[in-house]
């Protein structure tokens, strides 16, 4: 029997999407519903399990949690590309590491939730609906604005369509803009700083490196106009946390739309909970039950064909 063991799944999805009773003669497993407190914890829950089932971004898997683990011999992660796993341990290792498909949809989906629920103040109404009133903020309307895209990749893409639906002006930047596919969709060339000064929304859709760390400081944020609003569902990092945090507290902009942090899950004492205008989502961005469907199913084809040599999806190669 191989021992595997499912991480952070929080909503308990493993058991809903996965018939138990169909795999119970080959594999043991064991889901985890609650993050590590930190290595050490993880270290000893895990030390007699051969398999991960992970969610990319969640718990790290880092050169010495790797190294602890004496019985692991393979790691199935969502998606095809994970920042938190170190790649070049495993494969020192002797470890297999394989991905998964993902729906890139959901992400842009979420965007527009964070984008209509800032403009029209969607979370100040509903809680004052529970406490009886009725209209009491007025919001905007998104025709005729400029939409600030940075990362015009397949997200943005989407993005930038529905942009277009409603009626937006749309501009993009980035270091490697695909200028045939932004003049297909209508999406005006930018530099970063004229994208800064005249946008009215900005959305990030970058790929988290090296180049895009902290991408947005208090001199990005200074450039913006102080109607305008921030949305990020990409990487924490790509924004310097304090610096946005300030720029909200001083009501340097209108407001930040976020669902993805530096450190997940957010610290319960957080100083961006504590910030009106910041609309806040628990990076449900690829949380959909299509997405984990493809997931979970994906992880045991990949391991199925592991056992029996012959990896299908594999990162590490």
Not at 3 to 14: G, N, S
Not at 20 to 26: P, V
Not at 270 to 296: C, D, M, Q
Request: glycine share 6%; proline share 3%; hydrophobic share 40%.
């Amino acid at each position: 029997m191989i021992k595997v063991a499912i991480l952070d799944d929080y909503q308990d999805a493993f058991r809903q999407i996965i018939n138990f009773e169909k795999h119970k003669d080959k594999y043991d497993f064991k889901v985890f519903n609650e993050t590590f407190r930190d290595e050490n914890e993880a270290k000893v829950a895990l030390e007699d399990f051969e398999v991960l089932f992970i969610m990319r971004e969640r718990t790290p898997m880092s050169n010495s949690l790797i190294n602890n683990l004496p019985k692991l011999k393979y790691i199935m992660t969502s998606g095809m590309r994970n920042n938190s796993i170190d790649l070049e341990a495993a494969k020192k290792k002797g470890i297999i590491v394989c991905g998964t498909e993902i729906n890139s949809n959901p992400a842009a989906e979420i965007t527009w939730t964070l984008i209509l629920g800032l403009v029209r103040n969607v979370k100040q109404e509903i809680d004052n609906m529970f406490q009886g009133y009725w209209q009491t903020t007025i919001g905007s309307e998104l025709k005729g604005k400029m939409l600030g895209i940075i990362g015009l990749g397949k997200i943005g893409t989407q993005v930038a369509k529905v942009g277009k639906a409603f009626g937006m002006e749309v501009c993009a930047w980035s270091e490697n803009l695909n200028l045939s596919n932004a003049n297909e969709l209508g999406v005006l060339p930018m530099s970063k700083e004229d994208l800064l000064k005249n946008s009215d929304i900005i959305s990030i859709h970058l790929v988290l490196g090296e180049r895009y760390k902290n991408l947005i400081t208090k001199k990005e944020l200074e450039m913006m106009k102080k109607t305008s609003y921030l949305i990020n569902t990409s990487r924490g990092p790509i924004i310097n946390e304090n610096d946005l945090v300030k720029a909200l507290k001083d009501e340097k902009i209108a407001g930040a739309g976020l669902d993805v942090y530096d450190q997940e899950p957010l610290e319960q004492d957080h100083k961006l909970r504590f910030l009106p205008n910041a609309l806040l989502l628990p990076h449900l961005g690829f949380v959909t039950i299509e997405n984990y469907s493809i997931f979970y199913n994906q992880m045991i084809e990949n391991l199925t064909s592991c056992l029996k040599g012959k990896p299908i999806r594999q990162i590490n190669q």
